[in-house]
């Protein structure tokens, strides 16, 4: 989100002839508009994006500490599911930030010049920018898990160790970090943004086809349950359902974020078009798709988990009851 184009129309005219630049192409927008029509920015209260924000951050926090807290999600799956909880928490919180700083220069209760805001805006953009490779490779490598479990089960731990899972999430944080920083750094490059949607695309087609072999051989294994003992079929149904979940993260996902990457895909075919301006006027109702799905898969977590939604409760449960000890013996000493 360009901080730029919040400063007004008069700060924006030098960007009036300028091709693509920035990495959400907010310039464009502002500088091919009017002052109404489609060519205006939808205007969605700062309030809202703190609220979902501050929502977003508290529920994968708790996620994080549900899987830290119970040994028995200690297993390469929720590990990823982990690192998943950790992107969308810090998607949410820098885009919730950004929006503040945007509402504090608007109002000028914050004056910076045009380098540092400039500067802060590369800082918050590389963050959303890394979490978001961050997040589409934790949803593959629990793709790969799930497939590993399902297609290779007796020797999934072999393959599939902690330690594997753990030097997995350490590289795919290493790699989107410092593809992140580049893709902000080239953010005024088309091929930079082509790299990106590219990224995206090609994430989506890998998970879709283990998909495909997933579910062309459930039919399969849902056969070979019946001839399993009691203990067999129940792994085999609980991986199947691990599966199923992955496919409900991955749909999610997809919602709520192939608007921006639309919208990344217009800035860059048809900026002067005025049907792709009307559609890239909404870019904060996209951001707040962004920040729904970091809130929605949490709650996918609890209701497919029932480990997970067990810990959850206790965690709560712990912390109102801490607090209502803290009130009582408050109480007792005045």
Not at 148 to 168: D, E, G
Not at 310 to 319: N, V
Request: charged share 10%.
């Amino acid at each position: 989100m360009d901080l730029s184009y919040t400063r007004g129309p008069a700060d924006t005219t030098q960007n009036r002839n300028q091709s693509v630049s920035g990495f959400t192409g907010a310039n464009i927008l502002h500088s091919n508009g009017s002052s109404s029509g489609c060519n205006e920015q939808l205007w969605i209260s700062t309030e809202v994006f703190v609220m979902l924000g501050i929502v977003s951050l508290l529920a994968n926090i708790l996620v994080v500490a549900a899987i830290v807290k119970n040994k028995n999600l200690h297993s390469p799956m929720y590990f990823f599911i982990c690192s998943l909880a950790v992107a969308d928490m810090l998607i949410s919180v820098s885009n919730a930030w950004e929006t503040i700083t945007i509402a504090m220069l608007k109002s000028r209760h914050l004056l910076a010049q045009d380098k540092l805001i400039k500067s802060i805006d590369n800082v918050f953009d590389s963050v959303i920018c890394s979490s978001l490779l961050a997040s589409i490779c934790s949803l593959l490598a629990v793709a790969v898990d799930r497939y590993i479990t399902i297609f290779y089960a007796l020797r999934y731990h072999n393959i599939m160790t902690v330690r594997r899972a753990l030097t997995v999430i350490a590289g795919i944080w290493a790699v989107c970090i410092g593809s992140g920083i580049l893709f902000i750094i080239y953010s005024e490059s088309t091929t930079a943004v082509i790299c990106l949607i590219a990224m995206f695309f090609a994430m989506l087609a890998i998970m879709a086809s283990l998909y495909v072999h997933m579910f062309m051989l459930a039919r399969l294994h849902l056969k070979r349950i019946a001839a399993l003992p009691s203990s067999g079929a129940i792994c085999q149904a609980a991986n199947m359902k691990g599966a199923i979940t992955l496919t409900i993260l991955l749909g999610v996902f997809v919602v709520c974020w192939a608007p921006f990457f639309l919208h990344l895909i217009l800035m860059i075919s048809c900026p002067r078009n005025p049907y792709c301006i009307c559609f890239m006027s909404h870019f904060n109702m996209y951001l707040i798709l962004i920040l729904c799905n970091s809130i929605i898969d949490p709650l996918i977590y609890a209701f497919r988990s029932q480990e997970m939604r067990k810990t959850f409760k206790e965690i709560i449960c712990c912390y109102s009851l801490r607090g209502s000890c803290d009130l009582l013996s408050n109480i007792n000493t005045h």
